[in-house]
């Protein structure tokens, strides 16, 4: 039985912020289908059809990336870097999700063609409110790019 | 001329969208932020500050650009090609408006860089409803590149 597709990809290390996000898209009925990676070489391979993922069909994109800017073994700036950088995945809406607020980072990731920054909130309430915005414009109210 | 920092600049030349999309951000008090152009020849002087706009600043830049694909004069593809392929304005996100469905649109969009892309709903309460979310979204949940 082959496996329904993938509509969120979610780039993030730290188990608490996964935690909360797959709460929050729970809660809200956002999506069931949200795939959990938790580095950038990961997220490459889970993107690109290798290592671990070898053989899994690029074209099968994701509708959107949430991506946290530190990561282990790979940056996310480097995985926003080839994501934009390949015609098969450029057009994958990238949300950046990060605890920094840094003006070089918010420069750096729209510069290399993130869609969006959301700086994540330390709070509990406002961080799940913040994913559920987010779920409910890119899943229901942005029209993907072909793929 | 807007006296105060124009924060979303609303490219759209239907009188009526005009005044549903500003409705739907005065919920959010956003309306007063908002400076409209009806062509695309105004969009890219405002934006590169000639002709009528020789004398507006560059800075704080919008925090959106909601760009109509359908516009007299200079089309929007073209708008968002020149926004998107110069340096002093590719990083100001721009959310496609549009009533187009047309897959060759979504896709050179999304290749030359937008940020989003939203069909109009035909419906205007769906409408209304549409530009409040993307106007909560990109005005205050996003965070913009430096200005």
Redesign the interface.
């Known amino acids: 039985m082959p496996e329904p597709p993938i509509e969120v990809l979610l780039i993030e290390d730290n188990p608490n912020d996964v935690e909360m996000t797959l709460y929050a898209f729970e809660q809200y009925r956002l999506s069931n289908r949200v795939h959990v990676v938790r580095d950038g070489a990961e997220a490459l391979d889970y993107i690109f059809g290798a290592g671990a993922y070898a053989g899994r069909n690029v074209e099968d994109v994701p509708r959107v990336i949430l991506l946290d800017l530190k990561l282990p073994k790979v940056d996310g700036i480097e995985v926003l870097r080839r994501l934009k950088a390949d015609p098969r995945t ?2 994958i ?1 990238v949300v950046v999700m990060t605890s920094s ?1 840094e ?1 070089r980072d ?2 750096e990731t ?2 290399l ?1 993130a ?5 994540k909130p330390l709070d509990f309430v406002k961080f799940t409110e ?1 994913v559920r ?2 779920g ?2 890119w899943l229901l ?3 993907p ?2 793929g | 001329m807007p006296d105060r920092d124009v924060e979303l600049l609303l490219v759209e030349d239907n009188p009526q969208d005009v005044e549903l999309t500003l409705t739907a951000l005065k919920e959010h008090h956003l309306a007063n932020r908002v400076h409209v152009v009806r062509d695309g020849a105004e969009a890219l002087e405002f934006a590169f500050c000639t002709g009528a706009y020789a004398q507006r600043r560059p800075d704080p830049r919008p925090k959106l650009i909601l760009l109509d694909l359908k516009l007299p004069k200079v089309s929007g593809l073209q708008v968002l090609e020149r926004l998107k392929s110069d340096p002093r304005t590719r990083t100001i996100p721009v959310v496609v408006l549009t009533s187009s469905r047309e897959e060759p649109d979504i896709t050179t969009c999304y290749n030359l860089g937008v940020n989003s892309y939203i069909v109009k709903p035909v419906d205007f309460e769906q409408l209304i409803g549409a530009a409040r979310q993307l106007g909560f979204y990109w005005l205050l949940l996003n965070q913009p590149p430096e200005r």
């Open positions: 450029w057009a809406p607020r003006e918010v420069v729209y510069k063609g869609n969006s920054y959301i700086v913040a915005q987010v409910l414009y109210l942005n029209q790019g072909a």
